[in-house]
C-alpha cells in the first residue's frame, strides 16, 4: 500500500505515543512525504518539544526513526501536477 502524509500527520506522531504512530512505523506501507516536510518539522520543533515533553533530540531521535520508512518526494516530482491532483480530490470527495 502506498499513501501520501503531509505534515500535520508527522507533528502528530511525534506529539504522542498514538495509533498514527505505531501505524507511520508500519514497514509494509510505502509512506510518501514532500521533501519540504524537513523545514516545516524544523520549525515547529520547539514546539513539538514542549508538547510531547521529550527533549528536542529525542524528538530528532524519532524523526530519524520515521524518516527510515518515509519515501521523501523533491517537488519537482508533483509540482506540474498539483491542478490534476487538486480535480481527483475534488470529484472523490
Known amino acids: 500500500m502506498k499513501l501520501i502524509i503531509d505534515t500535520n ?12 504512530r505505531e501505524i507511520l512505523l508500519n514497514e509494509s506501507i510505502d509512506f510518501y512525504v514532500p521533501e519540504i516536510i524537513l ?9 513539538i518539544a514542549q508538547k510531547s515533553e521529550l527533549s528536542e533530540d529525542d524528538v530528532k531521535k524519532l524523526l530519524n526513526t520515521h524518516m527510515e520508512n518515509l519515501h521523501l ?5 508533483y509540482e506540474g501536477k498539483m491542478d490534476e491532483g487538486m480535480n481527483i480530490i475534488i470529484h472523490n470527495s
Do not use: C, G
Open 73 to 77: 518526494v523533491h517537488i519537482d516530482e
Open 39 to 47: 523545514s516545516e518539522i524544523k520549525k515547529y520543533l520547539p514546539y
Open 9 to 20: 500527520v508527522l507533528i502528530s506522531s511525534l506529539l504522542k505515543d498514538s495509533s498514527t
